[in-house]
């Protein structure tokens, strides 16, 4: 598969549970990022990797933490997490110099129980 | 500060006529603005931009969008409507100077057969 993947594509978890989200993208991208999209908001950016250094935490709460390995993985990993973070993750990546153009993975559903 | 406002949440329109879904931008900086599409299921995808050159911007599939500062507007039409166009519509301006996107809350297009 060519883009932007995202797995799993969807996942149920208890507020304790412990999981984590990974993407990975086939473009050659030096920049990562993680949004949240919720029912009538707009898109929220959560975190943002330029070569796998982290340039950007948009007041995410301690609950969501990203990891970026190398410059084509990113993750998420999620832990006592809260029924108002259930949303669609959204992964994407771009050239650092051309950050407007953004290509996005389809999205992992999360629902928290 | 940036951000845009996309006036209808939801547009319907019948196959073959014009759509137009519109976006007015607030930007403190000469703004880069964009149309972003999702189609069920997908991810985002760039439609087109406007970064300063031609007012008028084409796009993928027939659409283009033209930037009008005396009106902070950048509305979104298509001659004719088809099918596979029915989807949700973000309007998006760019932060010129941390190259972070700030994204409409969408409208979502309908087309009737």
């Given at each position: 598969e060519t883009g932007v993947t995202q797995t799993p594509r969807h996942l149920v978890m208890g507020m304790t549970n412990k999981k984590s989200l990974?993407?990975?993208?086939?473009?050659?991208?030096?920049?990562?990022?993680?949004?949240?999209?919720?029912?009538?908001?707009?898109?929220?950016?959560?975190?943002?990797?330029?070569?796998?250094?982290?340039?950007?935490?948009?007041?995410v709460p301690s609950r969501f933490s990203p990891e970026c390995p190398n410059s084509s993985h990113l993750f998420l990993h999620l832990h006592t997490l809260q029924p108002?973070?259930?949303?669609?993750?959204?992964?994407?990546?771009?050239?650092?110099?051309?950050?407007?153009?953004?290509y996005f993975g389809p999205g992992t559903r999360l629902t928290v129980t | 500060a940036q951000s845009v406002t996309q006036l209808d949440s939801h547009v319907s329109v019948s196959e073959g006529t014009p759509v137009l879904l519109r976006c007015n931008y607030s930007s403190s900086y000469s703004p880069s603005l964009f149309?972003?599409?999702?189609?069920?299921?997908?991810?985002?995808?760039?439609?087109?931009?406007?970064?300063?050159?031609?007012t008028l911007v084409k796009g993928i599939n027939g659409f283009e969008a033209e930037f009008k500062k005396s009106e902070t507007s950048f509305h979104l039409t298509k001659p004719s409507a088809h099918m596979?166009?029915?989807?949700?519509?973000?309007?998006?301006?760019?932060?010129?100077?941390?190259?972070?996107?700030?994204?409409g809350t969408g409208t979502r297009l309908t087309v009737i057969p």
């Amino acid at each position: 598969e060519t883009g932007v993947t995202q797995t799993p594509r969807h996942l149920v978890m208890g507020m304790t549970n412990k999981k984590s989200l990974k993407c990975e993208q086939h473009l050659g991208h030096n920049a990562m990022y993680w949004y949240k999209q919720s029912a009538k908001k707009p898109l929220e950016l959560m975190f943002v990797y330029n070569f796998k250094e982290q340039t950007e935490n948009n007041s995410v709460p301690s609950r969501f933490s990203p990891e970026c390995p190398n410059s084509s993985h990113l993750f998420l990993h999620l832990h006592t997490l809260q029924p108002e973070d259930s949303a669609l993750y959204l992964c994407a990546s771009s050239q650092p110099s051309s950050a407007y153009e953004q290509y996005f993975g389809p999205g992992t559903r999360l629902t928290v129980t | 500060a940036q951000s845009v406002t996309q006036l209808d949440s939801h547009v319907s329109v019948s196959e073959g006529t014009p759509v137009l879904l519109r976006c007015n931008y607030s930007s403190s900086y000469s703004p880069s603005l964009f149309w972003y599409v999702q189609h069920p299921n997908k991810g985002l995808q760039l439609l087109l931009k406007y970064t300063s050159a031609a007012t008028l911007v084409k796009g993928i599939n027939g659409f283009e969008a033209e930037f009008k500062k005396s009106e902070t507007s950048f509305h979104l039409t298509k001659p004719s409507a088809h099918m596979s166009d029915a989807a949700e519509y973000f309007c998006v301006v760019s932060d010129n100077g941390a190259n972070n996107l700030f994204f409409g809350t969408g409208t979502r297009l309908t087309v009737i057969p």
